[in-house]
């Protein structure tokens, strides 16, 4: 169960993994560095009935074994996710008294400060322990001198509890429990739980006894896996028709030109009164607000400030009186924009999450929101999240421009372009074969530029985003009007530039901007909606919905490039699907 949780989770880390199980009153400890099918070769068969493991993502101290979890001081074993950020002055204090250290991690010095504390009550001496703790944590400890117990507790890092009727199991992923449970508790942030067989009892940090919400697991197990794909990301790609098709089911209302959105907890007057709208995300996400911003400007002509989470959390954000934020995250876990959200909500901003996880941290601390219902997101690089995060995006737009100034036939018009969306994907999808070979063609150049105008300058950043995850290969995105003022000193043979060419008004200005380019021997792949030749081509019906069928042909050539690199697709070096550390 342990190995099997551990390989569902592995897309959150694949630095190093390890179990400690317990049995007979003895801890069995087995680690090892690299992904969880190498601990697999080292574990052995085993009658012990309580465990816990880990798969890391370093943050303290090189990917290896002995800076693999889970970490012992004594008779005691703790894995843990977050970062203990004084981890450096209770060392010190810890190591005067005594204690001996193998690892670099801060989460050793957190099993070694319960070992501290311990008295012969699991639960008290942990929440001794985190009573001195400054970071974040998910935490799960047990100990040889108590066999039938584990004991978890929560801060700024997603928990949730399992519960059957003789097991109870901890997880930092709802992946991890599939088909062993169907009723969890989401742990909250200070939140401590003494699990037994079968049985939890949640507490806060003074061990005052808190009411437990059991609710369902929303996720099926053929939802995270491959289903004869070769990769998760290449699945993904192609589940999009589906995803867009789910993000909008029982959402568009055809007749009346709109969107009916029951979450957002915004009366028509609040709508009405928005002043200003503040998008907040980090990487695939942010961008998915920059072309956001394009589409509700122009639907709903309130102003929009995009702003990357990391940044805006430490600044001091002018907001205006009537500003509604848009809180975009697909594990709904990031740590950066749940600080945003905290903030936000401080100020007395009405918050929107729009996030892909049911029960996640963010979902569950917003005034509203838009669930985007992609299923399950296993490989790092997000795709059809990206995808369903634009659409609810316009879901939300259209919903509010039709209560302000929206016509009804304009309406009518993004109405039946979100309904043909999930179609021109599939035939988006198509050119598979064609961005293969291309892909290949190209899968030498150590460089690429994307070039883009208009709502095609976000869909170039986020296909720049997807080629240097997955593929390593550097790559930059520009407005393609913006080559001139300095990124065409980079123009030569040896620079792959992937150039965008839509549609519209500015058609012509982008098509001189790709002649700028080719006049100075830059190597082009262009993807255009256009008649232009030597290009690869998607068809293409509306102008509020062709920049997410030209991004599925750059997901496709993201993965394709890195398959012919030979880069681990799924699982690319040094990156974590959620983020739930600073």
């Not at 070979?437 to 976000?458: D, E, M, Q």
């Not at 012509?508 to 690869?536: F, P, Y």
Request: glycine share 8%.
């Amino acid at each position: 169960m342990l190995l099997a949780g551990l390989a569902r989770m592995e897309y959150r880390g694949y630095d190093s993994a390890g179990i400690a199980t317990l049995g007979a009153g003895k801890l069995t400890i087995t680690k090892a560095k690299g992904k969880v099918a190498a601990l697999t070769q080292k574990v052995h068969a085993s009658t012990d009935v309580i465990g816990i493991g880990h798969t890391r993502w370093a943050t303290h101290g090189e990917p290896s074994e002995r800076n693999a979890h889970p970490h012992v001081a004594g008779n005691i074993a703790i894995v843990h996710n977050g970062i203990i950020e004084n981890y450096k002055e209770l060392k010190d204090e810890l190591a005067r008294k005594g204690a001996v250290f193998v690892s670099e991690t801060d989460s050793e010095v957190l099993a070694h400060l319960i070992k501290s504390h311990y008295k012969g009550d699991l639960a008290k001496s942990v929440q001794q322990a985190l009573r001195q703790v400054t970071g974040t944590f998910g935490l799960a400890v047990i100990s040889a001198d108590e066999p039938g117990k584990l004991v978890a507790a929560r801060r700024g890092s997603p928990l949730l509890i399992g519960l059957s009727q003789t097991a109870t199991f901890v997880a930092s992923d709802p992946a991890a429990l599939i088909g062993y449970v169907k009723d969890v508790i989401y742990v909250n942030d200070d939140e401590l739980a003494v699990c037994k067989p079968g049985a939890a009892d949640v507490f806060d940090f003074d061990l005052h006894p808190k009411a437990q919400a059991r609710e369902t697991l929303q996720m099926e197990l053929e939802a995270i896996q491959k289903q004869g794909y070769d990769h998760f990301l290449l699945k993904e790609i192609m589940d999009q028709p589906a995803s867009v098709e789910a993000v909008l089911r029982g959402r568009l209302l055809p007749d009346q030109g709109t969107s009916h959105l029951g979450g957002l907890n915004l009366s028509g007057d609040h709508i009405r009164a928005i002043e200003r709208i503040v998008i907040i995300g980090c990487g695939t996400a942010y961008y998915a607000g920059l072309l956001g911003k394009y589409l509700i400007e122009s639907l709903t002509h309130i102003p929009v400030d995009v702003e990357v989470a990391s940044e805006f959390r430490y600044r001091d954000p002018v907001l205006s009186k009537n500003s509604v934020a848009l809180i975009i995250s697909q594990s709904g876990e990031t740590a950066d924009t749940l600080a945003c959200v905290e903030e936000l909500k401080r100020r007395g901003v009405h918050t929107l999450g729009l996030v892909n996880v049911v029960g996640s941290t963010i979902a569950r601390t917003v005034d509203g929101g838009i669930y985007l219902h992609a299923g399950p997101e296993i490989s790092v690089a997000s795709t059809k999240a990206f995808t369903n995060q634009v659409v609810a995006q316009m879901l939300f737009a259209l919903h509010v421009a039709r209560q302000r100034d929206l016509s009804l036939a304009d309406g009518k018009k993004v109405v039946t372009a979100l309904e043909r969306l999930p179609h021109d994907i599939a035939a988006a999808l198509k050119t598979n074969t064609d961005v293969a070979v291309a892909a290949k063609k190209v899968s030498h150049f150590k460089n690429a530029i994307y070039l883009g105008r208009n709502t095609l300058f976000p869909i170039a950043l986020e296909g720049a985003l997807k080629l240097k995850e997955v593929s390593y290969v550097h790559a930059e995105a520009y407005a393609a009007g913006e080559v001139k003022h300095g990124p065409i000193a980079l123009i030569d043979p040896d620079m792959l530039v992937v150039f965008l060419l839509g549609k519209g008004l500015l058609a012509d200005k982008a098509h001189s901007n790709l002649q700028e380019i080719k006049a100075r021997g830059g190597t082009v792949l262009m993807v255009t909606d256009t008649g232009a030749e030597d290009a690869l081509h998607v068809a293409t019906h509306s102008p509020w919905t062709s920049p997410l069928v030209m991004n599925v042909v750059l997901q496709l050539l993201a993965y394709h490039i890195a398959v012919a690199c030979g880069r681990d697709v799924d699982q690319p070096r040094n990156l974590a699907k959620s983020v739930t550390v600073e």
